[in-house]
């Protein structure tokens, strides 16, 4: 168990939906990421927080987004849902002592779109 | 060309083999190098992290990076079949967010 938690494990919706994920990163951790990772893609990086602040951000389509709240929890949005963003999407959380190169994923959300 | 590149098998070896799992890089300022293991629909758990070249052990992990060639590998000594998973490699370069690039992943299958 790495300390990471995300939820809901599994979400299936119709095209055009929106959909909202929820991480909440290990105790301590102020950075949060973001990824999605399909079976043609690999692991992609979406999006960073840092203590409430973006940071970093990756191959985030404009039809998604994040936010960061003051207990460092992070929510992922996804709007205008297609087939395409069916995926499992991963939060991952990283200490200051190691630079944020390590990182620790939680379980995902696996999405399906119909 | 991909900035990481690594070979998704299945690499199939009998239990007890030597395993070698490897990546390639373009970016020559990558400086961080990571190996998470990936078991079938979890997260990715973090292996090993080192820092430039050389090697790094841990129990039968050993890790090594060769920035002359830009080439890493992962080795698994006395494999089990519970090592049996998706490996992926992961790089980063200083200064920024340290945001690193991962390969896609090498499944590795151990069987008894």
């Known amino acids: 168990d790495s300390g990471v938690t995300q939820t809901p494990k599994h979400l299936i919706t119709a095209t055009g939906q929106r959909v909202t994920l929820r991480c909440s990163p290990r105790?301590?951790?102020?950075?949060v990421y973001w990824y999605q990772q399909s079976l043609d893609q690999g692991l992609q990086f979406l999006i960073q927080?840092?203590?409430?602040?973006?940071?970093a951000k990756g191959n985030i389509l404009e039809r998604f987004s994040a936010q960061q709240f003051p207990d460092l929890h992070s929510e992922l949005n996804l709007s205008s849902l297609e087939l395409g963003d069916s995926a499992l999407y991963f939060c991952?959380?990283?200490?200051?002592?190691?630079?944020?190169?390590?990182?620790?994923f939680g379980p995902g959300t696996r999405l399906t779109v119909l | 060309q991909k900035e990481v590149e690594q070979d998704p098998g299945p690499l199939s070896v009998p239990e007890g083999a030597i395993v070698s799992l490897n990546c390639t890089y373009s970016?020559?300022?990558?400086?961080?190098f990571m190996w998470y293991r990936q078991y079938s629909r979890k997260g990715p758990e973090l292996l090993m992290y080192?820092?430039?070249?050389g090697n790094k052990e841990d129990g039968r992990f050993t890790a090594q990076v060769d920035k002359s060639s830009k080439y890493i590998s992962l080795f698994i000594r006395d494999s089990q079949p519970s090592d049996s998973a998706t490996y992926l490699c992961?790089?980063?370069?200083?200064?920024?967010?340290?945001?690193?690039?991962f390969g896609r992943g090498t499944s590795l299958i151990v069987h008894p």
């Open positions: 991952a959380s990283s200490p200051e002592t190691s630079g944020y190169n390590e990182q620790f």
């Open positions: 105790s301590g951790d102020l950075s």
């Open positions: 927080y840092y203590n409430g602040e973006e940071r």
């Open positions: 970016n020559s300022a990558f400086q961080y």
């Open positions: 080192t820092y430039s070249s």
């Open positions: 992961a790089m980063s370069a200083p200064g920024g967010s340290y945001i690193p690039t």
